[in-house]
């Protein structure tokens, strides 16, 4: 079977757990996990978006890789930037399992001066540019671009189908957005056989569906590239002195004006449960992290990671079960519609609502409601929480109340608009600190 009609056979597979193929054995797959995640505030004060914990036992990054390995792409760079330490060590501990005797690999590609002393990674462009011989040096057939700080479940083979059915340059995938969204994304226009005749990086302005004014068609930062091509442009890109070398701004808008570039819808990959909305967030606000973190706590959430099919796949710590001591009624250790992690002992406090990462203690007669509580978290006696997100190695004094008046709150942390409160090492010194004066 040559790759058009292997293509073909996989358009038409409905919703097999996953294809792999030629198509993907032959791809490069790069993730781009450099950046901060400015908006996300302290929490990426020591680390970058990509090694944010989320859904009690991953980092955001994990997503990604995930569907990598998932969907048969092994050959996988990461490209790291900002403050990369501790993403370097979860991906050396908990993604080092691919067999390099079959040419497997995860390959850490972080910026290394490697044009000029002076040059760091100047944008996604440039981080590719950069690290062509190592992406030539794979060989591959098609390079796929991600972006390592979404959560998504993605089946790239079908998107790697598509491409080579319509013999595309460029693919990009797309989903539907609120037009008010809208202006954080690259938007694009498409014709009836989803070739893209327009693209605009974050405007002002959105163009809205022809069909549904209220939406818009949002770049998802996923970009399917024959490997020839992409060098080409890469080359063109780096010799233009007035590009800013990014794959949004710059390198997208010209190949949509130049070369065969269509859109693929992102509900005809994605991975879910027949009749449920397709599930992609970009948890690049407090309160957007907040929201998708709470959600896996609801009896039904939207993103199912209890499905075997397509598993995420991690590096966790070696601990014991989580437990729940003391059983009076004015004591008793408890966790009511909440997930807690292994090494949380909660002992004689109530969680209700809230997600308690890996090896969280919580003393007795505090209550944890409506927060999330990243690993390593110590929080005393007689403490209510609420609304809160509490990161990683606090030590939350005896008696502390958070989330219970906001105009207090803001005295010491970082609260958003919708009174969520984010709580730091570094807050929680300085508060200390002044209460000493």
Known sequence: MDSNQES?????????????SHLTNSTFAMVLAGGRGSRLHELTDWRS????PFGGKYRIIDFTLSNCVN???????????????????????GWSFL????????????????????QWYQGTADALFQNMREIRAARPQYVLVLSGDHIYRMDYGRILAAHVERQADLT??????????????????????????????????????PDQPDLALASMGIYVFNAAFLFEQLERDANDPHSSHDFGKDLIPHCVQHYRTFAHSFSDSH????????????????DAYWEANMDLVH????????????????????????????DYDARRGMALDSMVSGGC?????????????????????????????????????????????IDSACEIPAGTRIGVDTEEDRQHFRVTASGLTLVTREALALRRALETL
């Open 71 to 93: 969907s048969g792409v092994r050959h996988v760079g990461v490209a790291t930037q900002y403050k990369s330490q501790s993403l370097i060590r979860h991906l050396q501990r």
């Open 345 to 389: 002992i909660v002992s004689g406090a109530t969680v209700r609502s809230s997600l308690l990462f890996s090896g969280v203690r919580v003393d007795s007669h505090s209550l944890i409601e409506d927060s999330i509580v990243l690993p390593n978290v110590h929080v005393a006696n007689n403490c209510i929480l609420k609304r809160c997100i």
């Open 99 to 118: 067999d390099g005797r079959v040419g497997e690999f995860i390959e850490i590609m972080p910026a290394q001066q490697q044009l000029s002393e002076s």
């Open 271 to 286: 991975v879910g449960e027949v009749g449920k909305p397709c599930y992609w967030r970009d948890v690049g606000t407090l």
């Open 8 to 20: 073909m056979a996989a358009a038409t597979t409905i919703r097999d757990p996953r294809f792999v």
């Open 299 to 326: 009896v039904t959430p939207q993103l199912n990671l209890y499905d075997n099919h397509w598993p995420i796949w991690t590096w966790q710590q070696q601990l014991p079960s989580a437990k729940f001591v003391f």
């Open 49 to 52: 978006k990509p090694a944010v």
């Open 172 to 209: 990009v995938a797309c989903i539907e957005v609120p037009l008010e969204e809208a202006k954080g994304f690259g938007v694009m226009a498409v014709d009836a056989k989803k070739r893209v005749v327009a693209f605009a990086e974050k405007p002002t302005q959105p163009q809205a569906l």
